[in-house]
């Protein structure tokens, strides 16, 4: 239970700042770095748990990592 409220709260945490950027396509306060490393660390998880075959790590992980590539590649779009 606890994991399943981290899970929807760490991934929900995610939209509204993807909401902020589409509406405004203001990334200027985002660095560009850190989401690189976010949505490639993002990644790497949710393929462990599709190896683990643990639903929890990969939904959660792959919604994340959805959310977060919105944001880097407006961050990179309009840069």
Avoid at 2 to 24: C, H
Avoid at 35 to 46: D, E, F, H, R, S
Avoid at 49 to 73: D, H, K, R
């Amino acid at each position: 239970m606890i994991g399943t409220i981290a899970a929807v709260l760490t991934t929900s945490a995610f939209l509204p700042q993807v909401i902020k950027v589409i509406r405004t396509k203001d990334t200027t306060g985002i660095s560009l770095l850190m989401y690189i490393i976010q949505v490639t660390g993002i990644g790497l998880w949710a393929a462990y748990g599709f190896m683990l075959q643990n639903p929890a790590l990969y939904v959660a992980n792959s919604i994340t990592f959805i959310l977060s590539s919105i944001i880097l590649f407006y961050k990179i779009k309009y840069h």
